[in-house]
């Protein structure tokens, strides 16, 4: 097990390098700098500019520079508008992780309780309603059902105010943000809520009189949520991307947004900044859920 | 009782033929429990068409495709063509609803007394019949799934084929590479590879320009990010057929390795190549709509079922059909090819269902 761990903190670690190895140079392979929009600026600024940011010296060096900067705790300044990077982010992730927590915590928990509920009415009305829905939603992309929701309920309807910098109304993004992910547990937690009550173990619970509610929760639910375990982790991950769309479609100003008009502004300290935060926090999420799933089951064998 | 019977000695087992009767020819049918043997193919597509929904969603993808193919060649108008009115663009004609013709045509029609083409969809904000382009955005989207789905395909299972063969230090050094691989963010490496391949593609001439850079660098980007998950997948399957006696019996008559894994192995994981691709076809879809509509997918003018979604979310208030008619359109593809692929998993694979 402490083998394990320490092979998958490895290759956490090992990933993470070479996405700031990937970030960082494909960045730079993007034709334009970050001072080119600026027309006003003459060479001699633009060239003093340049040297401020380091980008004139080769890209190696550049890149080492970054790291060492990065190794301790400092993630630069944006070319942009000269901000601390490492400041923004924390910033516009506040924004992002609560729409994003919010958003897994509702698809944990209503994925699960449909889930479990499509298996222990196995064949009735309701398992077909709740498969139907949950087979329906995992084809519909979060933009799409975005602008749906901001067009009824904002538009249409005006039951629930635009999102600006007062109001801060949670609701459609989390519901938009969490669609799918509800859809995918409903459809994992059933399954195996469904060979879980195959299971021996569970018929000699039934048969030495054990009550129903007693049954499910403490023997069939505890078993069958070890898949969804698995799945956390991705969620997450899908969920962070996910919302770079969702924020847009919402003017929520997200750490998504920043990565996207980091792109387009050449802003390099933004880009590296944003993409490698997001990729710690998911490598580090994939790992905990890897991690906890080895835990929680020990028959699991990783090789 | 007749002569010919032998004499029969109490309690003995011996039996009585004139208590039996011949079988009819009906009888003797009966006892033909054999049914006619049948390929691995076969049966899977039998049990495929005892599927409801799988058969519900092959009738509306071969709906879709008809569509797509017949539509071009019906519908007078171009997907970026410009309705025009005496040579000039008929301004009347912009954000026309489904079935409505703008002034100028009704006009025209009443001095020539022909009737035109209706814009089934409507117009678009410049003056572009929109059901064309709807029609054109699910070609767009329709074959950039499929091709990607077929470079993941020709990748994936020749990667994982190798390394699951070879074993061994080979087969360490292939799956570390495929595991840093699979931890990738795989949306930001995504949006950031399509920048810089678009950029760096755009001077380009021949077939890429063709093509489209945008669509180019999605196939480059599915080409280096999602073969892994077939990789792996053909990897595990490989490991276990490749303990089977009958490619111990080959190896033993000098089979070289390529026949083995070409005659021998691969027809075995054919089932798992099949869902994984069928599965496949639809994430690529929504990623290229994802991309397109964040402004990085297919470039202007051809349209995709994203781009097309995002075009209509700035007329939002006035025109909310132009929104439903892309978006609805994914939802049916993606719906019906994950029905489709479901399908597939249960007939080929009923082991691999979860």
Redesign the interface.
């Given at each position: 097990m402490a083998r394990y761990i320490v092979k998958r903190v490895f290759?956490?670690v090992?990933?993470v390098f070479?996405?700031t190895l990937?970030?960082f140079f494909?960045?730079n392979?993007?034709?334009?700098g970050p001072f080119n929009s600026e027309k006003a600026s003459s060479p001699q600024v633009r060239a003093a500019l340049e040297k401020r940011y380091n980008l004139d010296k080769p890209l190696p060096e550049q890149y080492i520079i970054y790291m060492k900067g990065l190794l301790h705790g400092d993630m630069g300044i944006s070319t942009k508008n000269g901000r601390d990077i490492g400041e923004t982010i924390r910033e516009s992730f506040k924004v992002s992780a609560t729409i994003g927590g919010m958003a897994a915590l509702l698809a944990i928990i209503t994925g699960i309780i449909l889930g479990s509920l499509a298996a222990l009415r196995r064949n009735t009305f309701i398992d077909r309603l709740i498969v139907f829905f949950s087979?329906?939603s995992?084809?519909?992309?979060s933009?799409?059902l975005a602008?749906?929701l901001?067009?009824f309920f904002c538009?249409r309807l005006g039951w629930v105010q635009v999102w600006d910098a007062n109001h801060h109304n949670y609701v459609l993004p989390v519901i938009s943000l969490a669609l799918y992910p509800t859809a995918y547990i409903t459809r994992?937690t059933k399954?195996s809520m469904l060979d879980v009550l195959n299971q021996d173990y569970i018929r000699t619970a039934r048969a030495k009189g054990v009550a129903r509610f007693h049954v499910i929760f403490k023997h069939a639910l505890r078993n069958a949520l070890i898949p969804v375990i698995t799945y956390v982790g991705p969620m997450l991950?899908?969920i962070l991307?996910?919302s770079?769309?969702v924020e847009?479609?919402f003017t929520i100003g997200g750490l998504g947004s920043k990565?996207?008009t980091g792109?387009n502004n050449r802003d390099y300290p933004m880009?590296m900044g944003t993409?490698i935060f997001?990729?710690v926090l998911?490598?580090t999420m994939?790992l905990i859920s890897d991690i906890v799933y080895k835990l929680v089951d020990p028959r699991i064998t990783f090789d | 009782m007749s002569d010919t019977t032998p004499k029969k000695a109490p309690f003995s087992m011996q039996i009585d033929p004139a208590l039996f009767e011949p079988a009819t020819a009906e009888e003797k049918k009966q006892q033909e429990v054999m049914s006619e043997s049948t390929t691995f193919l076969k049966d899977s597509m039998k049990k495929l068409m005892r599927n409801p929904l799988a058969v519900f969603s092959i009738v509306v993808l071969a709906f879709i495709l008809i569509v797509i193919i017949v539509a071009p060649l019906v519908v007078p108008y171009g997907y970026s063509e410009i309705l025009k009115y005496n040579g000039m663009k008929d301004k009347t004609a912009m954000n026309l609803a489904p079935f409505q013709y703008s002034a100028n045509e009704q006009k025209y029609m009443a001095e020539n007394g022909v009737t035109l083409f209706p814009h089934i969809f409507g117009t678009d904000e410049l003056s572009r019949d929109y059901f064309i382009r709807v029609v054109y955005g699910t070609r767009v989207s329709l074959a950039v799934g499929f091709f990607a789905s077929l470079i993941v395909l020709v990748i994936g299972v020749l990667y994982g084929s190798i390394s699951g063969y070879c074993g061994g230090r080979v087969d360490l050094i292939m799956m570390r590479i495929v595991d840093v691989i699979y931890s990738l963010p795989d949306m930001l490496v995504i949006i950031l590879l399509s920048v810089v391949l678009k950029e760096l593609l755009d001077g380009s001439k021949g077939i890429i320009a063709r093509l489209g850079t945008n669509m180019v660098s999605i196939f480059i980007v599915f080409g280096m990010l999602y073969w892994v998950g077939m990789a792996r997948l053909v990897r595990g399957q490989i490991l276990s057929v490749k303990e089977n006696e009958y490619v111990l019996a080959a190896k033993s008559i000098g089979t070289s390795s390529p026949r083995i894994i070409r005659r021998h192995i691969l027809p075995n994981c054919l089932s798992v190549i099949i869902i994984t691709t069928a599965l496949q076809i639809p994430s690529a879809i929504f990623t290229e709509s994802f991309l397109s509509f964040i402004g990085l997918g297919v470039a202007a003018p051809m349209p995709s079922l994203g781009s097309l979604a995002n075009a209509a979310r700035q007329g939002m208030q006035s025109y909310p059909y132009k929104l439903m008619f892309p978006a609805l359109m994914i939802c049916l593809i993606v719906l019906a090819l994950n029905l489709l692929g479901d399908g597939l998993r249960d007939a080929l694979d009923p082991k691999l269902r979860k």
């Open positions: 290759l956490a090992v990933t070479i996405i990937i970030t494909t960045m392979a993007i034709p334009g087979t329906l995992t084809a519909v992309p933009f799409v602008t749906l901001l067009y538009i994992l399954t991950a899908s991307t996910g770079m769309v847009s479609i990565f996207v792109i880009i993409t997001l990729a998911m490598v994939n | -």
